[in-house]
């Protein structure tokens, strides 16, 4: 049960995720699904194309269709879910990808009506699967499809304003999928463009494909201070992106921020880890801004239910409703932000207008998974009556975990959903504030787990 998380399926090839559990988790999702087709498609990992077999193998046994995607990212997949094949249009997808996950993980992200299933509807999968004899093999059906290039000429079209832009841009796809489409819309545009480990390679032999954590940037950095002027990196499913100018490491609430002033009072959606900054900024900008819980599923969701029309995860998944289709893509994002680049928008000036803060990064406090979620509770409770020397609390916010806002800034704790860990931030105008926020809040996580 442990492949099966809040926002995806995820486990280790050969020992969890294998025939016998694959083809199951095939034959299960078939019956969620009502239409005839699924659009699968699978990353650059060398057993994706094996677990692709075994996933068509339990959805042909239950009764589905199947449209052959290939190699493509996950925004690729999920934009077949708005395209018509020769008169189909799918009713769900299903991308095979490990993410960010060192190269003997892979998964299933799926989306089923053009919604993500997540969640409870991921769990009792995972408790059917259990349960279920294997399925009766039957003969393999595929039809082929080359959502790449429609999805290339997409893009191409949509941003055909930008051909021939002088900016001179650098780009890490870190041997992940993001390079099959890449090259081709850049070249198509005729843009200045300089790429690494462009083609995809499912051992990462240059570096991991996760653009969160800075060592991962160290390359894409040096080609950026001699041949760019402003950088963009991938993970290794292209559906969240890191953006460098020679200044700034721009996150994804900044990005938000930047995205947000060539629109006419957008509804945008952030996550309990994003800066004040950008709540702030946007209500005084007469937009209206929305705390939500983390996680691309999560945020999907809320998009749809309050007619958002951005929203961005500080770790870099952004999502366009604004004239796209409300799913988190890398590619498109880079492509906004070029557009914003064009239009004359000097993006450090910009940053640089804003309200200076001290933010830490993602601190990580390691536990387990039977406790993390019992700490936050123990954490919520001693907030009823915190310590004496305990910052002065203006209120707590627990959409997700618990955000307490101070005097000067706030502090986060939230329980992973994806790992047996608890996440903190901490943010203030003062520096040592933010420290003091940290210190309080520390103490507080090792007061819950003695309660336990």
């Known amino acids: 049960m442990s492949i099966y998380r809040e926002y995806d399926i995820r486990g280790i090839y050969e020992k969890e995720l294998n025939e016998q559990s694959v083809v199951r988790i095939g034959y299960a999702l078939a019956s969620k699904i009502k239409g005839e087709y699924v659009a699968v498609g699978y990353d650059a990992r060398s057993h994706s194309p094996i677990l692709f077999e075994y996933l068509v193998s339990g959805l042909n046994a239950g009764g589905k269709k199947v449209l052959d995607m290939g190699l493509v990212p996950t925004p690729v997949n999920y934009f077949t879910n708005y395209q018509e094949w020769s008169g189909i249009t799918p009713s769900a997808s299903i991308m095979i990808t490990g993410s960010h996950n060192p190269s003997e993980y892979n998964g299933f992200k799926i989306t089923v009506d053009k919604t993500p299933f997540f969640g409870e509807q991921i769990y009792a999968l995972g408790r059917e699967c259990e349960a279920m004899e294997f399925p009766v093999k039957v003969k393999r059906e595929v039809t082929k499809i080359d959502a790449a290039a429609r999805y290339i000429n997409f893009l191409v079209n949509e941003f055909a304003h930008l051909k021939g832009m002088p900016t001179r841009i650098v780009y890490d796809c870190g041997n992940g999928v993001a390079g099959v489409v890449t090259e081709d819309i850049f070249r198509a545009l005729n843009l200045n463009t300089k790429g690494l480990y462009v083609e995809p390679d499912g051992t990462f032999p240059n570096h991991h494909p996760d653009p969160s954590d800075e060592h991962n940037l160290e390359d894409v950095k040096k080609l950026l201070k001699t041949d760019g002027d402003i950088a963009f990196a991938y993970d290794g499913d292209a559906d969240r992106i890191a953006v460098l100018t020679h200044k700034n490491n721009i996150k994804g609430d900044m990005m938000a921020l930047l995205f947000a002033m060539k629109m006419d009072k957008p509804i945008v959606v952030g996550e309990v880890k994003c800066s004040q900054v950008m709540y702030d900024e946007l209500e005084r900008r007469g937009a209206t801004a929305i705390m939500y819980k983390t996680g691309h599923s999560n945020i999907k969701v ?49 940053l640089a207008k804003l309200p200076q803060v001290f933010s830490t990064e993602e601190i990580k406090v390691h536990t387990t998974e039977s406790e993390k979620f019992k700490i936050i509770d123990r954490v919520k409770e001693l907030l009823k009556n915190p310590p004496k020397d305990f910052p002065k609390i203006r209120d707590i916010i627990d959409v997700d975990g618990v955000r307490i806002n101070f005097q000067n800034g706030w502090g986060l704790v939230r329980a992973s959903n994806t790992t047996p860990v608890l996440v903190t931030r901490f943010e203030s105008t003062k520096l040592e504030d933010a420290k003091l926020y940290e210190k309080a809040i520390n103490e507080l996580i090792i007061e819950a787990k003695k309660l336990l």
């Open 302 to 350: 809320k998009m749809k239910e309050v007619g958002a029309d951005l929203a961005c995860e500080v770790s870099g998944h952004i999502f366009f409703k604004d004239r796209y289709f409300g799913y988190d893509d890398a590619i498109y994002a880079t492509l906004r932000m070029l557009e914003l680049i064009h239009d004359g928008i000097d993006l450090d000036a910009e």
